[in-house]
């Protein structure tokens, strides 16, 4: 079939209005947030219903022309753009959301369903969705769960694949699976959303999905904490934790992350005198949990002294707080205010230059270590590299930005995630593996197990038409 010939076909399913070939209205469909990965597109097709999506798949897979999913196109991986040539399939249009089920506590939401539409949906209901990332307003639910998406409740409510109670696809030959029926209960046979959660678009298109919505925690206080360290932000988490039971969020940013923030976005700085290390920490609940956390802000013993020590002697009185400086916020503003310290991180490093975003986690007793030596190990391979470090500390999980590095160059890249898997981490906590860290899945993924997932993948997928160079390289499998 020629590419007109495709585009034809797909017109006559989706409308002409919904496949773009004009390289204007694609370009927005061809780079990936970050401007780091970007590839010029066949064309791009715009389906609205879940038969459309399955056409669709069946035109490219009998033209032989692969398909690149994407949702929102905020993933920061590389996965869901093009490298050149494919179809993009973009899901925004499934954008249906269906009434909340109270009884349940579960809603059937399209995977082009904004996640902050989704939000706005579940509270309209008393209810609430349990994971939150600061892409919330672009991130569509499709494109969350495909990369099992994280972000800043997981240590509360865990990631996208445990709000998932069901899920509809399509499969590369245009069959569809569905699963939305939400059975509490259904132990029949393999756990297909499950395994497409974070399967990134090479398995299925994800279509809609069922989701777990959990109760509303209508009060709110933030914390934000200045620390000498890591390891004092680490220590405080572990000693807080016990006695907050609502906590819900535990961010970790340092002093050249809120420069930068303050210099893109002109917030004055959060404290008198900027400190090494910042720790944010939000609980919420049905009553106000404000009194809770200040008391254990001051109630809370100073955590073990083990982490803190460099070169053997404790660097504080065994008594003494490790923190510094504190700011509460319990109203609007003043938390948004606190956390726009910590989500504005992304986009004043976006505003600074091309980044190389590694996204990795570690074991907890490795985090400090990990977060002094990166550092040192960036300085020197490419001196003058800006790192700006920010993450999840409650779930071991660190952004490692690094900026002054050209985009193709990726000896630093090599390099920290060496030192991440060497340290028993992953090198990938929750962006996924996408294009950007393929020739990495080894370090931490032995090769039975990949061997294993190739084995699923030739079976949904045998001629490798579904997001083809993304988290498997699956070329010669499929004969490419
Ligand atoms: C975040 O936690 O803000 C996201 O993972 C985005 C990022 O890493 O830049
Ligand atoms: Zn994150």
Redesign the pocket.
């Known amino acids: 079939m020629t590419g007109d010939a495709l585009a034809g076909r797909l017109r006559d399913i989706v409308g002409s209005q919904h496949v773009l070939t004009d390289a204007d209205l694609k370009a927005g469909y061809e780079t990936d947030w970050t401007g780091r990965f970007q590839g010029k597109a066949r064309l791009v097709v715009r389906p609205s219903r879940t038969n459309e999506v399955a056409a669709v798949l069946v035109a490219c897979a009998e033209a032989g022309v692969p398909v690149v999913p994407q949702g929102g196109n905020t993933g920061?991986v590389g996965g869901s753009v093009p490298s050149g040539g494919e179809v993009v399939l973009s899901v925004r249009r499934l954008d249906e959301i269906g009434e909340v089920d109270a009884v349940a506590g579960q809603v059937t939401a399209g995977a082009g369903v904004t996640l902050a539409t989704l939000q706005a949906h579940a509270r309209a209901a008393r209810l609430d969705f349990g994971v939150d990332?600061?892409?919330r307003d672009s991130a569509t639910i499709g494109g969350m769960v495909a990369t099992n998406?994280?972000?800043?409740h997981v240590m509360r409510f865990g990631h996208m694949r445990q709000q998932v109670a069901g899920i509809e696809a399509v499969l590369a030959d245009g069959s569809i699976v569905s699963r939305l029926s939400g059975l509490q209960k259904d132990n029949s046979g393999y756990d297909l959303a499950g395994l497409l959660a974070g399967s990134e678009g090479t398995l299925a298109v994800i279509t809609k999905v069922r989701l777990r919505l959990v109760p509303q925690r209508p009060h709110r206080v933030v914390a934000l904490l200045a620390l000498g360290d890591t390891a004092a932000a680490q220590d405080t988490l572990t000693a807080l934790r016990p006695g907050l039971p609502s906590l819900e969020a535990a961010?970790i940013f340092y002093r050249e992350g809120v420069e930068l923030v303050c210099e893109h976005s002109g917030l004055l700085p959060p404290f008198a005198e900027p400190y090494p290390c910042y720790l944010l920490l939000e609980c919420a609940g049905r009553m106000d949990p404000a009194t809770e956390l200040i008391e254990a802000l001051e109630t809370s013993p100073p955590g073990p002294l083990s982490a803190s020590r460099e070169g053997g002697t404790p660097r504080r009185p065994a008594d003494a707080s490790p923190i510094l400086d504190t700011a509460v916020a319990t109203d609007r503003p003043g938390r948004e205010r606190l956390w726009a310290y910590?989500?504005l991180?992304?986009s004043a490093?976006?505003a600074a230059g091309i980044?190389h975003?590694l996204?990795v986690s570690l074991p907890p007793g490795e985090l400090a270590a990990f977060e002094r030596d990166v550092r040192a190990l960036v300085a020197g391979a490419a001196p003058g590299a800006r790192v700006i470090l920010?993450?999840?500390l409650g779930d071991g999980?660190l952004?490692v930005?690094i900026l002054g590095v050209p985009p193709e160059d990726e000896t630093v890249d090599d390099l920290v995630l060496r030192m991440v898997a060497e340290r028993g981490g992953s090198i990938s906590a929750?962006?996924g593996i996408g294009r950007a860290k393929l020739r990495w899945l080894s370090l931490t993924r032995s090769e039975a197990d990949i061997a294993a997932m190739r084995a699923i993948k030739q079976a949904v997928d045998p001629s490798g038409i579904l997001n083809p160079g993304v988290l498997l390289n699956t070329a010669m499998d499929c004969g490419r």
């Not at 998406?149 to 800043?152: D, L, P, V």
């Open positions: 920061l990332i600061p892409a998406a994280g972000g800043i961010e910590r989500e991180h992304t490093i976006n980044p975003k996204d920010f993450g999840h999980n952004h930005n929750e962006h």
